[in-house]
């Protein structure tokens, strides 16, 4: 499986973007798709993740509100709508995908849930 991410851009403190994720090769299997993102010089943390076949989400408490993570099955693609955009959410926003089947009292905000990584997309907000 390959990600490809897109989307991202530089703009000011209150915009709004869409990233997108495609999953191509064999994502047949895929059970869920999330986004993480890393600052300069932070550890990469989880904003949102979306499981494949029922579409249950789960986001951070620093952007739940504000993002809203989707996938559209047909075209094997997660995306991600971040709005009301704030200096902090400064990062490379990278989409990963996992085979790992959906069971009570996972956690979906490891990066061990997830089995493919893409390349990540930029997102600067200024002030």
């Known amino acids: 499986v390959q990600l490809q991410a897109s989307g991202g851009g530089s703009v000011l403190a209150g915009a709004s973007l869409r990233l997108s994720c495609a999953a191509t090769?064999?994502?047949?299997?895929?059970?869920?798709m999330a986004w993480f993102r890393q600052a300069p010089g932070k550890d990469r943390e989880f904003v949102a993740s979306v499981r494949w076949n029922a579409g249950s989400t789960y986001y951070s408490d620093s952007v739940k509100g504000r993002f809203t993570i989707s996938r559209d099955n047909a075209k094997n693609t997660m995306y991600l709508q971040v709005n009301s955009l704030k200096p902090e959410d400064t990062a490379v926003y990278y989409c990963a995908a996992g085979e790992i089947p959906s069971y009570a009292g996972a956690n979906y905000a490891i990066r061990s849930a997830y089995d493919y990584w893409g390349q990540g997309t930029q997102v600067t907000v200024s002030s």
């Open positions: 090769g064999s994502p047949a299997g895929l059970a869920g």
